[in-house]
């Protein structure tokens, strides 16, 4: 029997308000930026939502529906989201242990649906953690192109990997500890086909072949070391090897380096570390040098990226489950983590570097998809207005498929916005960018 159905106009009958207790700072942030408090009296109306990794079988459905002893509405608008009540757990259940689901929230699975991605791309998630997005991003992407994720914090992108591994999506993966806002590094076979011409003319100039000549066994032997050395035949220690999960000497002792310094976050100055790589990725067999060097401006034009996510820092003021948790955690915390003015200043910063670097990535003709969960108009707005007044070959698109969506639009044309009271959803600003 199918699922029932949640249309995009339906609301759940309400419950009444819950009760949170803002605090007197975060009531004044919200006033700050011209927020109703009232929004955060529907966290539990919302519902829980949960993705069916694609491919499951239709019976499935009644089976984690018994396990769960709920009812999974499926949610018309968003193909394989689920809603369920809000109390429900999954962690424990033997659905989301065995890989057949994961939560993730629907208006963060629209966002991820509006970049479009298609088999054989290129793509680029800037802010993967904690990894149910980049999941949602290898579904999409199938059997070919590549996905790269990268996140600052390398615990949370550890997260990330187990993620991958245990839905079995980790084969074109690859994920980098590292600064979104500097991250440089191409994709494989973007890399791969600037060598190539590198390649060439090392050739020519060195051994100065012409279609009609004919190499005697001394250059035949010379000319196969020169391959083995470029292409990386040789196991010299910079070869990329089938991943394993065991690390070397030298990783140990970096880590346990970070961990004496005190800080799970990569320095600014640091170079990307690569924690983990599929065995599709493209990268096994290659020389890192060739790999991980950093790109230009003009290379990621033609080889870089053909989608990219950024998903940015915010104050998470739009996640109302989020803002909830601070009851338990501590309203000071609260002050620290969220409304701490040098944190939000040094917020804004750090979101336009991000929404920067990223598009300098992208390829051109490319397509970029901008998102937090912020719910203030300073960190979407007018981000987005800064970085156009800033980039001449930037243009906002249009998101088709939101003609359906239960969702408003943002202060800019062709931005949406996502809340609890239009969309049953957490706060999400999205935008859609080209690059020309």
Request: proline letters at 5%; one cysteine or more; a neutral charge.
């Amino acid at each position: 029997m199918d699922s029932p159905e949640i249309p995009p106009s339906d609301r759940r009958e309400e419950r009444p308000p819950a009760s949170l207790p803002l605090p007197a700072a975060f009531l004044e942030f919200l006033g700050e930026n011209g927020l109703d408090p009232a929004l955060y009296s529907k966290a539990d109306t919302i519902p829980r939502y949960i993705r069916l990794k694609p491919g499951m079988e239709s019976s499935v459905v009644t089976e984690i529906e018994s396990e769960l002893k709920c009812d999974l509405m499926r949610v018309s608008w968003l193909p394989d989201f689920y809603a369920i009540p809000p109390e429900i757990q999954i962690a424990g259940s033997k659905a989301y242990q065995q890989g057949k689901i994961y939560g993730i929230d629907a208006a963060s699975g629209a966002a991820i649906l509006a970049l479009d991605v298609q088999s054989g791309d290129h793509v680029l998630d800037l802010c993967a953690a904690p990894g149910a997005k980049l999941c949602m991003l290898a579904d999409m992407l199938g059997s070919s192109g590549s996905l790269t994720g990268v996140d600052v914090a390398k615990h949370r992108l550890a997260a990330c990997r187990t993620m991958l591994q245990k839905y079995s999506l980790g084969d074109r993966s690859r994920l980098f500890v590292a600064d979104g806002t500097s991250f440089s590094i191409l994709p494989v076979n973007s890399n791969l086909g600037s060598m190539e011409g590198i390649f060439s003319r090392r050739i020519q100039s060195r051994f100065c072949f012409t279609s009609s000549a004919r190499m005697n066994d001394l250059a035949c032997f010379e000319f196969m070391l020169f391959v083995t050395a470029f292409v990386g035949i040789e196991d010299n220690g910079s070869i990329f090897s089938e991943w394993t999960s065991k690390r070397s000497w030298k990783d140990r002792q970096k880590s346990k380096k970070a961990k004496a310094a005190g800080s799970p976050h990569l320095p600014s100055t640091s170079e990307p570390e690569l924690i983990y790589y599929g065995k599709d990725s493209g990268l096994v067999g290659l020389q890192k040098r060739y790999v991980l060097h950093p790109s230009t401006d003009a290379a990621a034009c033609t080889s870089g990226y053909d989608k990219v996510l950024v998903d940015a820092e915010c104050t998470h003021d739009g996640s109302i489950k989020h803002i909830q948790k601070f009851e338990f955690w501590g309203w000071k915390t609260l002050d620290r983590r969220v409304l701490n003015v040098e944190r939000t200043g040094n917020l804004l910063h750090l979101q336009l570097g991000l929404l920067t670097n990223g598009f300098k990535l992208l390829k051109t003709g490319g397509s970029l998809v901008y998102s937090t969960c912020s719910l203030t108009v300073a960190q979407n707005e007018n981000v987005v207005q800064q970085f156009l007044s800033k980039h001449p070959s930037a243009e906002l698109l249009k998101i088709n498929p939101a003609d359906s969506w239960p969702c408003r639009s943002g202060g800019i044309q062709k931005t949406l916005r996502f809340d609890p009271a239009t969309s049953q959803t957490s706060g999400l600003f999205v935008a859609k960018f080209v690059k020309l």
